[in-house]
């Protein structure tokens, strides 16, 4: 079945603290995988697309990057206005255009 | 990249009656879907909506409760159904083009039904 994990839950930094948050994925075939910024009472904002393992995106402090098994969010020196929930999702195997999303990392950062 | 607006932003209703969503993208797309998120949920996919055919629903939705429309390349509805305090969520609307899978969200619609 597909599935995705993503750890941690909620993840609380300092200012300038760097640190990674984690999507794990079950499927076969991958066809993409995708993370997204979604902020209190708006609709998901999409950030990156990543193909193949060992590709590579960033955007300001953010760099996504894939293996074949899991695909990390890097955020380096993060400032309050990242604060945010960020989801990651992958195009199901049973349907052309339907994701199988994950439950998302809220990540906070105090100024 | 797609803009898409939702109306309307956030409504408060009563038990029993029916809201109408509206997504509006900026550009034609092949594909448009409704979700909807529970507060400090991730997104459920309710259905595709198609374009000059009946829309797709995702087990546990039907389409007497959730009518959806679409009547172009640009624009959708959402009428949730009969409602119920277990419908208050946010609804969400997004669009795609086919190939790639990327989808670009709306703003969202918080619906409170008392």
């Known amino acids: 079945e597909d599935q995705v994990t993503q750890s941690p839950e909620a993840l609380r930094l300092q200012e300038g603290e760097s640190s990674s948050l984690n999507c794990s994925y079950t499927?076969?075939?991958?066809?993409?995988l995708f993370w997204y910024r979604q902020d209190p009472g708006k609709g998901p904002e999409f950030l990156f697309t990543?193909?193949?393992?060992?590709e590579e995106k960033e955007k300001e402090r953010l760099k996504a990057t894939l293996t074949k098994k899991e695909s990390f969010l890097h955020i380096t020196a993060p400032k309050p206005e990242d604060s945010a929930t960020y989801l990651c999702?992958?195009?199901?195997?049973?349907?052309?255009?339907?994701?199988?999303w994950g439950a998302g990392t809220k990540l906070i950062i105090k100024p | 990249s797609a803009v898409i607006s939702q109306k309307p932003s956030r409504d408060i209703c009563q038990r029993g009656t029916s809201l109408t969503i509206q997504c509006q993208v900026d550009?034609?797309?092949?594909?448009m879907f409704w979700y909807r998120q529970q507060p400090g949920q991730s997104l459920t996919l309710i259905a595709t909506?198609?374009?000059?055919?009946?829309?797709?629903?995702e087990s546990g939705f039907v389409i007497d409760k959730f009518p959806i429309s679409r009547p172009n390349l640009t624009f959708s509805t959402l009428t949730v159904s009969n409602m119920s305090p277990e419908d208050s969520s946010i609804y969400l609307c997004?669009?795609?083009?086919?190939?790639?899978?990327?989808?670009?969200f709306g703003p969202g619609t918080r619906l409170t039904v008392l």
């Open positions: 999702a992958v195009p199901s195997m049973d349907s052309n255009y339907q994701l199988i």
């Open positions: 499927v076969s075939g991958l066809r993409g």
């Open positions: 990543l193909y193949s393992a060992g």
């Open positions: 550009s034609q797309v092949t594909m």
């Open positions: 909506a198609n374009q000059g055919s009946e829309a797709t629903y």
């Open positions: 997004s669009a795609g083009t086919s190939g790639n899978n990327e989808q670009f």
